[in-house]
Structure formats: structure tokens, C-alpha cells
């Protein structure tokens, strides 16, 4: 999961660098594909640590989910009567 949202970031920002450095400023070809790849690699490292935080995120959420589960599930004590 996180590596599939890092991915899907840096291939988005890549393919606007693409357009909008070579189509609206008019830049060279080198200039144009070079800063798209240095915005993609910065964009996929930042889509990991974002991937790894949401990951941590919902592992927390659902193990704090199951514990409530467990909790309200377990039959209630007895008095002894």
C-alpha cells in the first residue's frame, strides 16, 4: 500500500513537470525532463513517509478497534449466585 501511493504520486508529479515544463514555459528537453525526474524523486520519498504514516495510522485504528471488540464481547461476570 505505501509503496503503491508513493508511486502513484511521484508518476503524477513527474507527468505535470512533464507538461507544464515543457508545454507553458517552453524549456528544453533536458531541462524540461530533468526537473521532472528530480520532482518525482523528491515526490516519492515523500509519498513514502506519507504512505508509511497512513499505514501506521489504520494499523493503530483497527488494533485499537479489536481490542474494543474483545472487550464488549467477553460475557459479563458472574456475582457468584
Known amino acids: 500500500m505505501t509503496q503503491r501511493i508513493a508511486c502513484a504520486m511521484a508518476f503524477l508529479a513527474f507527468a505535470v513537470c512533464l507538461v507544464a515544463g515543457g508545454i ?19 515526490t516519492l520519498v515523500i509519498g513514502l513517509i506519507v504512505g508509511a504514516m497512513a499505514r501506521k495510522m489504520l494499523d493503530e485504528n483497527l488494533h485499537a478497534e479489536a481490542e474494543k471488540l474483545k472487550k464488549s464481547s467477553s460475557p459479563p461476570p458472574s456475582d457468584g449466585r
Open 24 to 42: 507553458e514555459a517552453n524549456n528544453s528537453f533536458a531541462t524540461t525532463v530533468g526537473r521532472a525526474v528530480v520532482a518525482m524523486l523528491a
